[in-house]
Structure formats: structure tokens, C-alpha cells
């Protein structure tokens, strides 16, 4: 089992930044990919960076350039450094780990970007 506690949300204004952090911890700790998804009122649920502990990174077009996704993997923790935040982030952040083939997700972080 892997619990999985995500911080760093909050209220921003446009053009401002924030950074998400989703540290795991468990009896058994193998993390493969390590992903951060976002979900708006009323929208599903979307992919907005993946991580895999090879390096490999992948970005939602909406935020290329301006989020950025990195993990350490000694601490089992994800990071999500967003920047020129706009309102049309506004939404819960939720991480996602795959640990030993399983998934798991965070509770969510709620961002909001507004003046």
C-alpha cells in the first residue's frame, strides 16, 4: 500500500507560479511513473505531466513552457513548478504514482488562479 500526501495548492493570480509537491511513502516502494493530472468544474479529468524514473518527461500542450514536472526519487517525491499561471488552470490537482504496476492517486490540491 502507498499513501500518498500532496501539498502546495492554493490561490494565485494570473501570471503568478506555485509548486505542487505528492510524496509517497509505504511498506514497499518501487515508483515507476509519477504524473500530475488536474480536473476543472464540470471537465474530465486530464493529463497534465508525466514523469518517468527514467527522465523522460511529457507535457499537456496547454502548459508547455510554462509548467514543469520533476521527481527525486530518493525522497518518493513529484514536484510540479507551474508559472504564468491562468485562470484557466483553476482546477484540483491530483497526483498519480505507479507503484509495482499499481496505481495511486492523491487527494487532490486544489489550484485557483484568479484576481
Known amino acids: 500500500q502507498v499513501q500518498l500526501v500532496e501539498s502546495g495548492g492554493g490561490l494565485v493570480q494570473p501570471g503568478g507560479s506555485l509548486r505542487l509537491s505528492c510524496a509517497a511513502s509505504?511498506?514497499?516502494?518501487?515508483?515507476?511513473?509519477m504524473a500530475w493530472y488536474r480536473q476543472a468544474p464540470g471537465k474530465e479529468r486530464e493529463l497534465v505531466a508525466a514523469?518517468?524514473?527514467?527522465?523522460?518527461?511529457n507535457y499537456a500542450d496547454s502548459v508547455k513552457g510554462r509548467f514543469t514536472i520533476s521527481r527525486d526519487n530518493g525522497k518518493n517525491t513529484v514536484y510540479l513548478q507551474m508559472s504564468s499561471l491562468k485562470p484557466e488552470d483553476t482546477a484540483v490537482y491530483y497526483c498519480?504514482?505507479?507503484?509495482?504496476?499499481?496505481?495511486?492517486w492523491g487527494q487532490g490540491t486544489q489550484v485557483t488562479v484568479s484576481s
Open positions: 498519480l504514482v505507479n507503484n509495482f504496476g499499481r496505481p495511486y
Open positions: 509505504g511498506n514497499r516502494i518501487s515508483i515507476n511513473s
Open positions: 514523469a518517468t524514473s527514467r527522465g523522460g518527461t
